[in-house]
Antibody
Framework: QLQLQESGPGLVKPSETLSLTCTVSGGSISSSSYYWGWIRQPPGKGLEWIGSIYYSGSTYYNPSLKSRVTISVDTSKNQFSLKLSSVTAADTAVYYC????????????WGQGTLVTVSS | QSVLTQPPSASGTPGQRVTISCSGSSSNIGSNYVYWYQQLPGTAPKLLIYRNNQRPSGVPDRFSGSKSGTSASLAISGLRSEDEADYYCAAWDDSLSALFGGGTKLTVL
């Protein structure tokens, strides 16, 4: 059974870089046809797709966040990571990782999510 | 403001049928499959409907999805108290982005 688990600091200072890692277990991140994505949800608000990566390193990013986002993959560790630079309070959210087929909004499974608060 | 438009709230009494709409455009719902997610309080979203109208194993047949043109709908029949949750539609956009609706909070009265 495929499982995803987010990890990283729960508190980040404004203007700094948010860094999270998603560890995949029960399957290989190098599976063909699947992308690995990041989605976030500010407190009390809706879901926002951040971006996705293929095991080869090919990426898609949300245009509204593209200038600040970098997603990378480490196949040897079965992990993929998110970096979001120059964060502000508006980046405070629960961050989820999830798997999805190429160019399809079929996100399944999801990680449990991790809350990241941006505050000094 | 989400590109996929959902009503912010919906409600019904136990046993009733409720529907939640999701409106998009020709570049997303109009040309790609629609997916629905259920998010219970304090938990991660869970896939509820895939490819417009297909249910993953374990999802009761009380949940159904449909799509017509640039709009989609989620219907829940025989409403139960445990259906109280937030529901999100999602679709891929031809601009190479994944889009979510703003979410609909379902209240079981």
């Amino acid at each position: 059974q495929l499982q995803l688990q987010e990890s990283g600091p729960g508190l980040v200072k404004p203007s700094e870089t948010l860094s999270l890692t998603c560890t995949v277990s029960g399957g290989s991140i190098s599976s063909s046809s699947y992308y690995w994505g990041w989605i976030r949800q500010p407190p009390g608000k809706g879901l926002e797709w951040i971006g996705s990566i293929y095991y080869s390193g090919s990426t898609y990013y949300n245009p509204s966040l593209k200038s600040r986002v970098t997603i990378s993959v480490d196949t040897s560790k079965n992990q993929f990571s998110l970096k979001l630079s120059s964060v502000t309070a508006a980046d405070t959210a629960v961050y989820y990782c999830a798997r999805h087929p190429m160019v399809v909004a079929w996100f399944d499974p999801w990680g449990q999510g991790t809350l990241v608060t941006v505050s000094s | 403001q989400s590109v996929l438009t959902q009503p912010p709230s919906a409600s019904g009494t136990p046993g009733q049928r409720v529907t939640i709409s999701c409106s998009g455009s020709s570049s997303n719902i109009g040309s790609n499959y629609v997916y629905w997610y259920q998010q219970l309080p304090g938990t991660a979203p869970k896939l509820l409907i895939y490819r417009n109208n297909q249910r993953p194993s374990g999802v009761p047949d009380r949940f159904s999805g449909s799509k017509s043109g640039t709009s989609a709908s989620l219907a829940i029949s025989g409403l139960r108290s445990e259906d109280e949750a937030d529901y999100y539609c999602a679709a891929w956009d031809d601009s190479l982005s994944a889009l979510f609706g703003g979410g609909t909070k379902l209240t079981v009265l």
